[in-house]
């Protein structure tokens, strides 16, 4: 009689990582109890850009859309929600969600465009277009312009009753886009859409003859993408108070620094936008007092990392010991084995 087996994705590692995680997770939504109003807004900038890193992971790791562009969604988004509260009374919070839902209505007809450009100059038109949505609202007076514009104060007030209270909301308001983000993902990957982001990533031609809708698959992550990227620009903005063409549609703030931290990271892992993230901002705290040579460091730390670990440092991490925090994979599990 043959041995009875299990099927599962779980490891021993997974589950002690999930069970610490929550524990994690208590301590960092107690946060405004335990730290400073600058720890605050460190912690709420680093959350926003493991959403924006995780989400271009998505886009370049697994459905092969390599984006030099995302700032065009991370600046409409802030435009959207400043147009939606200055002009139309829409809670700034709420204007959050409106930004999600815009910035998806914005990439469906975009998409079919850009998906008749493919490797680099897919790369080269998301960026044209960025700067296509930079240039538009420099024209638009009632924003600004070219100058930008800051939130009224009547606004900032009405989100909550002091400056406290405020800083509460927005970090919880971040750790939970930041929070949320990672697991949809996470969620999508364990889905049949996971698998065949998988199978298009591996080959776009043997998946078609399996049947996938490779554009449609790909029309989906998009405007998916597009989508949350919006929601967390406008939270970005929104801890401003302030926004203008140049800082929103910044290539270097938005998708070089996002870049960065996903090559250093490791791509095409969920585990490795959040290491990349840690890694950033430690060298940033550290170093940002040196102006120029920051930025020098920073490239020959991602020359270094590409060279001696292609696949990341959590990728290398992985492959070495095998270690995964998000298992995707089913594995076949002996009874004797546990």
């Given at each position: 009689?043959?041995?009875?087996?299990?099927?599962?994705?779980?490891?021993?590692?997974?589950?002690?990582?999930?069970?610490?995680?929550?524990?994690?997770?208590?301590?960092?939504?107690?946060?405004?109890?335990?730290?400073?109003?600058?720890?605050?807004?460190?912690?709420?900038?680093?959350?926003?850009?493991?959403?924006?890193?995780?989400?271009?992971?998505?886009?370049?790791?697994?459905?092969?859309?390599?984006?030099?562009?995302?700032?065009?969604?991370?600046?409409?988004?802030?435009?959207?929600?400043?147009?939606?509260?200055?002009?139309?009374?829409?809670?700034?919070?709420?204007?959050?969600?409106?930004?999600?839902?815009?910035?998806?209505?914005?990439?469906?007809?975009?998409?079919?465009?850009?998906?008749?450009?493919?490797?680099?100059?897919?790369?080269?038109?998301?960026?044209?277009?960025?700067?296509?949505?930079?240039?538009?609202?420099?024209?638009?007076?009632?924003?600004?312009g070219g100058s930008g514009t800051s939130l009224p104060a009547r606004l900032v007030t009405g989100i909550a009753a002091t400056r406290d209270q405020r800083d509460m909301l927005l970090y919880w308001c971040?750790?939970?886009?930041?929070?949320?983000?990672?697991?949809?993902?996470?969620?999508?990957?364990?889905?049949?859409?996971?698998?065949?982001?998988?199978?298009?990533?591996?080959?776009?031609?043997?998946?078609?003859?399996?049947?996938?809708?490779?554009?449609?698959t790909k029309l989906a992550i998009y405007v998916a993408t597009a989508a949350v990227t919006s929601m967390v620009g406008a939270l970005i903005f929104l801890q401003k108070l302030r926004i203008s063409p140049?800082?929103?549609?910044?290539?270097?703030?938005?998708?070089?620094?996002?870049?960065?931290?996903?090559?250093?990271?490791?791509?095409?892992?969920?585990?490795?936008?959040?290491?990349?993230?840690?890694?950033?901002?430690?060298?940033?705290?550290?170093?940002?007092?040196?102006?120029?040579?920051?930025?020098?460091?920073?490239?020959?730390?991602?020359?270094?990392?590409?060279?001696?670990?292609?696949?990341?440092?959590?990728?290398?991490?992985?492959?070495?010991?095998?270690?995964?925090?998000?298992?995707?994979?089913?594995?076949?599990?002996?009874?004797?084995?546990?």
């Amino acid at each position: 009689m043959a041995p009875h087996v299990k099927i599962e994705r779980g490891t021993r590692t997974s589950r002690i990582a999930g069970r610490l995680a929550l524990v994690l997770l208590a301590a960092l939504a107690a946060a405004p109890w335990w730290t400073g109003r600058a720890n605050l807004r460190l912690l709420g900038e680093f959350y926003t850009f493991v959403a924006l890193a995780s989400l271009w992971n998505l886009l370049a790791g697994y459905a092969g859309l390599v984006s030099v562009g995302q700032q065009a969604f991370v600046g409409f988004g802030g435009y959207v929600l400043f147009a939606a509260a200055m002009f139309y009374g829409v809670p700034p919070l709420l204007a959050i969600v409106l930004a999600g839902v815009v910035g998806a209505l914005i990439a469906l007809p975009m998409a079919p465009l850009l998906f008749r450009l493919h490797g680099a100059y897919f790369a080269i038109g998301t960026w044209v277009a960025a700067e296509v949505f930079r240039l538009s609202f420099a024209q638009v007076s009632v924003l600004g312009g070219g100058s930008g514009t800051s939130l009224p104060a009547r606004l900032v007030t009405g989100i909550a009753a002091t400056r406290d209270q405020r800083d509460m909301l927005l970090y919880w308001c971040a750790l939970a886009l930041g929070l949320g983000t990672v697991a949809m993902i996470y969620a999508l990957l364990r889905s049949r859409a996971g698998l065949a982001l998988a199978a298009i990533r591996d080959s776009e031609i043997a998946s078609e003859s399996l049947g996938i809708d490779i554009f449609r698959t790909k029309l989906a992550i998009y405007v998916a993408t597009a989508a949350v990227t919006s929601m967390v620009g406008a939270l970005i903005f929104l801890q401003k108070l302030r926004i203008s063409p140049d800082a929103a549609f910044s290539v270097n703030d938005w998708t070089a620094y996002v870049i960065f931290i996903v090559v250093i990271g490791g791509i095409g892992t969920i585990e490795g936008p959040i290491v990349g993230a840690i890694v950033f901002f430690l060298l940033r705290e550290t170093l940002a007092d040196l102006g120029t040579i920051y930025l020098v460091i920073l490239g020959m730390v991602a020359i270094a990392v590409m060279l001696k670990a292609p696949r990341g440092l959590w990728g290398s991490f992985s492959h070495r010991t095998g270690i995964v925090l998000f298992p995707l994979r089913r594995r076949v599990v002996h009874p004797d084995a546990r």
